[in-house]
């Protein structure tokens, strides 16, 4: 089983920049593909980037040349670099992990298996 741990979030002005980070342990990262989620007030959950075990990346149009996901399974540890914030960006992060669902699939549908608790990002002026 695997435990999920995210971090960084805060408040920052618009267009500033927050890097999210996700601590995985319990299992090795190296065999999850992971997922960043966020979910505003009043909204659905929305899957804004995805990575494979193998590094491959999917981003949400809503995000995409603003947000770089990474990982570095060594360290256990996911990140979500975000740039050019905006206040629709105001929500709870969360990153998720899941086997076996292609991160197209996991990151539209919000399909994983396992799920950190969040962490929230304010951004306003």
């Known amino acids: 089983q695997l435990h999920l741990v995210e971090s960084g979030g805060g408040s920052v002005q618009p267009g500033g920049s927050l890097r999210l980070s996700c601590e995985v342990s319990g299992l090795s990262l190296a065999y999850y593909a992971i997922g960043w989620f966020r979910q505003a007030p009043g909204k659905e959950r929305e899957g804004i980037s995805c990575i494979s075990t193998d590094e491959n990346t999917y981003y949400a149009d809503s995000v995409k040349g603003r947000f770089t996901i990474s990982r570095n399974n060594n360290k256990s540890m996911v990140y979500l670099q975000m740039d050019s914030l905006k206040p629709q960006g105001t929500a709870g992060y969360y990153c998720?992990?899941?086997?076996?669902?292609?991160?197209?699939?996991?990151?539209?549908?919000?399909?994983?298996?396992?799920w950190g608790k969040g962490t929230l990002v304010t951004v306003s002026s």
């Open positions: 998720a992990a899941d086997s076996g669902t292609e991160i197209q699939t996991m990151c539209v549908n919000n399909w994983a298996d396992w």
